[in-house]
């Protein structure tokens, strides 16, 4: 059995994917890069190797990486810096000797300037590049939008005011589960023939966010409407509610790749590779408003 490592095992992706993989090998063969081990005291002790190191620490990565034959590497989070870490973890892994990189990048159709994500994206295009440059072995993953984050799109206060206010028009998106994604790396971390390849992980039914709206209301028994304001209105009214400038602009550049239909596209990938049916966004929304509809009922 190939040695693995993956990184980012603090983040919610991380997680998933090496719980997936204590039931798929022996923890033996799982490796995580972890800032801070105190972290993941509960994998140190199921016996899962912990190796401290940081994207920004080249000579940390080296050293990590060293007898690790697949790294599950997951995109960092800090945009700005995220292109020169990305080319210290590449680098860093060919030093090291590692065979195989498996990326979680990110999907999308256009990959130009003009894209309402071009700075999200820029970073991604860069690491694909580098990654087919490097001589590595590598699979990229191209993810597409989380279905996880579909509360923070709708806002805390959806079911107070009744209303989904996203400028996505009738855009469709295929919203996608962060665990049905962490399956496909747990699969790939643990099968072969994926070698060079690129999948785009994605849903295999896409919905509008009227679909959304009327998907929350017959859940919860409450009228909520879909509104689509101007990109400008909303990053006004954003603005005006005290939301972060950076957060604004970034909801507001998803919001018009939707519209676009940059993130519409479906596929069977997560079944062939898995034989898992992908969760559906309605199936996610009864999980996450139930619970309103249940409390509505024991108040009446």
Same mark, same amino acid.
């Given at each position: 059995m190939?040695?693995i490592?993956?990184t ?7 997680k ?5 993989l204590?039931?798929k ?5 799982? !490796?995580?890069?972890?800032?801070d081990a ?11 190797? @912990? ?7 080249y000579?940390?990565?080296?050293s990590?990486?060293k007898?690790i034959?697949?790294?599950y590497?997951i995109?960092?989070s ?5 292109a020169? #870490? ?7 892994a ?5 065979q195989h ?8 159709k256009?990959?130009s300037?003009? !894209? %309402? ?6 970073s ?6 580098k990654?087919?440059? !490097?001589?590595?072995q ?6 597409t @939008?989380y ?10 206060k959806?079911?107070?005011? &009744?209303?989904?206010?996203? %400028?996505?028009?009738?855009?469709k998106?295929?919203?996608t ?5 962490a399956?496909?790396g747990?699969?790939i971390l643990t ?6 390849k690129v999948?785009d992980?994605?849903?295999?039914q896409?919905v509008?966010l #009227? ?5 929350i ?11 689509? %304001?101007t ?12 939301v %972060? ?5 970034m909801?507001?550049?998803f919001?018009?790749?939707f519209?676009? &239909?940059?993130?519409?596209e479906t596929?069977?990938t @997560? ?6 049916t992908?969760?559906t966004?309605?199936d996610?929304? #009864?999980q996450?408003?139930?619970?309103f ?8």
């Open positions: 190939n040695t490592l993956v980012g095992a603090t983040g919610q992706l991380g998933e994917v090496v719980n997936l204590l039931n090998t022996t923890a033996a063969n799982i !490796s995580v890069l972890v800032r105190s972290k993941v005291a509960d994998l140190k002790a199921k016996g899962v190797d @912990i190796r401290i190191g940081s994207y920004d620490d000579n940390t990565l080296v990590a990486f007898g034959d697949k790294l590497f995109s960092g800090e945009i700005s810096n995220r020169q #870490q990305h080319e210290n973890v590449i680098a860093a060919k030093e090291a000797g590692v990189v498996i990326y979680t990048s990110f999907m999308r256009n990959d300037a003009s !894209s %309402p994500i071009a700075m999200i994206a820029a991604h295009i860069n690491t694909e590049k990654l087919r440059d !490097s001589g590595l590598y699979t990229i993953l191209k993810h @939008i279905m996880d984050m579909l509360p923070i799109f709708l806002g805390e959806l079911l107070e005011t &009744g209303v989904a206010y996203l %400028p996505a028009g009738d855009g998106v295929a919203f589960l962060r665990s049905d994604m399956a496909v747990a699969a099968t072969h023939g994926h070698e060079n999948y992980i994605t849903n295999e896409a509008t #009227q679909d959304i709206a009327n998907d209301s017959e859940i919860t028994g409450k009228l909520i409407s879909y509104e689509s %304001p990109n400008e209105e909303y990053i006004e009214t954003l603005t005006n509610a005290g %972060p400038k950076g957060y604004v602009h909801f507001a550049g919001a018009e790749a519209k676009q &239909g940059e993130m519409d596929n069977h @997560i079944k062939e590779l898995t034989g898992l992908p969760t966004v309605k996610y929304l #009864q996450v408003y139930v619970a509809k249940v409390s509505s009922e024991a108040t009446v």
